[in-house]
């Protein structure tokens, strides 16, 4: 785990098979990542006071926290506005003519201190990503 952090779509899929009972070997081999890895995850899950079940219904950017120091975009003043909307923003991406630039252009107006359009679409991206997994 020195190296790039894992997507939180992907460490709650191992979470999911932790809760079901899965090896750390059998992880590592579905989700095509090294054990250890998996192992590393595990160990800062299972050491913590949250249960799997909790971790798992916890959004991206605070499961990221918990899990991984340094990523205080969930602390942000500026998120909790953002995540109110991004519903409605997936919702509003599936129409003909939106894109993310005439969603950022609308955030902009509605906040006098808005994030950059990369974070924008960051924040964005993961909530369409969190959702699309739940289905699963």
């Known amino acids: 785990m020195a190296g790039k952090p894992k997507p939180m779509s992907q460490v709650k899929q191992m979470l999911r098979m932790r809760l079901k009972g899965k090896g750390i070997k059998t992880i ?3 989700l095509q990542i090294s054990k250890n890895t998996v192992k590393e995850y595990i160990r800062k899950v299972e050491t913590g006071n949250v249960p799997i079940a ?3 219904k916890l959004e ?3 499961l990221e ?3 991984l120091a ?10 909790e506005p953002l995540k109110v909307r991004l519903k409605y923003f997936a919702k509003e991406l599936k129409k003909v003519g939106v894109n993310r630039k005439v ?12 994030y950059s359009y990369s974070q924008f679409c960051y924040h964005l991206q993961q ?6 997994l739940q289905w699963y």
Do not use: T
């Open 28 to 30: 590592a081999r579905n």
């Open 54 to 56: 909790e971790l798992l």
């Open 60 to 62: 991206d950017p605070i």
């Open 65 to 67: 926290a918990k899990l």
């Open 70 to 79: 340094g990523n205080p975009s969930f602390k942000d003043d500026r998120y």
């Open 103 to 114: 969603l950022y252009e609308e955030y902009c107006v509605d906040n006098a201190n808005p």
């Open 127 to 132: 909530y369409i990503k969190a959702v699309n």
